[in-house]
């Protein structure tokens, strides 16, 4: 689809210095998932982006369209694959239609629907595995078009040949987190309106937060062995 996903490859390209990664792990792929998704929401509070529709749905956009650009396509597929099978494993318990979050299944086929539609031709092994019905299949290429051209116009202003001076500002402590080598790749490439600390904290719960006061981005170091007892249930099933 061009524009940032094309520039991101590129500059991911020159990114091959930094130590690859842990790819090959549900948990971190998760990690990496969920911090997408909460810099969506930084995104949207700090560039000022209208959303029109549930801001949460806006989030989960950005995090696939973040995978399908930032990583091979072999790699973005175990993350994409990882992060869709997170929300099938939460979609086993009651819906909570209360909830800012579409229902899990939703989330579920969106992220499949939005991943496959990147790149129909190579991904219909990927649609076929994860049960991703025709008929919704069909639509997918023009929802990711509109997903990236949406996302496109806000990140390129983000780009960093634009005037912003901030940046994602790791918490000390969390150097050797799986979000650390995130942090570097994406401070490459964007700058932001300010400053934006990403923290590592204990929470007393299993979530992450953009915290709109502040503004930082939180992630609870609760996550690590929630996810990891979510691979283990999903790999006896
Ligand atoms: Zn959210």
């Not at 996903?5 to 130590?19: C, D, K, S, V, W």
């Not at 076929?128 to 025709?134: A, C, K, M, R, Y």
Request: hydrophobic residues 45%; charged residues 25%; aromatic residues 10%.
């Amino acid at each position: 689809m061009g524009g940032i996903a094309e520039m991101i490859r590129a500059f991911m390209t020159a990114l091959t210095l930094l130590p690859a990664p842990a790819f090959a792990d549900f948990t971190a792929n998760n990690l990496l998932a969920i911090f997408y998704h909460e810099l969506g929401h930084a995104v949207i509070d700090q560039m000022q982006v209208p959303i029109f529709g549930q801001e949460e749905d806006a989030a989960d956009s950005l995090s696939i369209l973040l995978i399908d650009a930032l990583y091979d396509s072999d790699d973005a597929e175990v993350i994409a694959y990882d992060s869709a099978s997170l929300f099938w494993a939460e979609a086993q318990d009651e819906p909570a239609f209360w909830d800012t979050h579409g229902p899990d299944e939703q989330r579920y086929f969106n992220t499949v629907c939005l991943f496959y539609g990147a790149d129909p031709d190579a991904r219909e092994d990927f649609a076929s595995d994860l049960e991703l019905p025709q008929e919704r299949a069909d639509g997918c290429e023009d929802e990711f078009a509109m997903a990236s051209d949406s996302w496109n116009g806000v990140l390129d202003e983000m780009s960093k040949s634009n005037a912003l001076k901030g940046k994602l500002v790791l918490q000390a402590g969390a150097e050797n987190s799986v979000i650390s080598q995130e942090i570097k790749a994406l401070n490459v490439e964007f700058s932001w309106p300010r400053d934006i600390p990403v923290k590592l904290e204990d929470c007393g719960e299993a979530n992450a937060f953009y915290d709109l006061d502040e503004p930082s981005i939180t992630m609870c170091r609760e996550l690590t062995g929630w996810l990891s007892g979510i691979a283990k249930q999903i790999s006896t099933n």
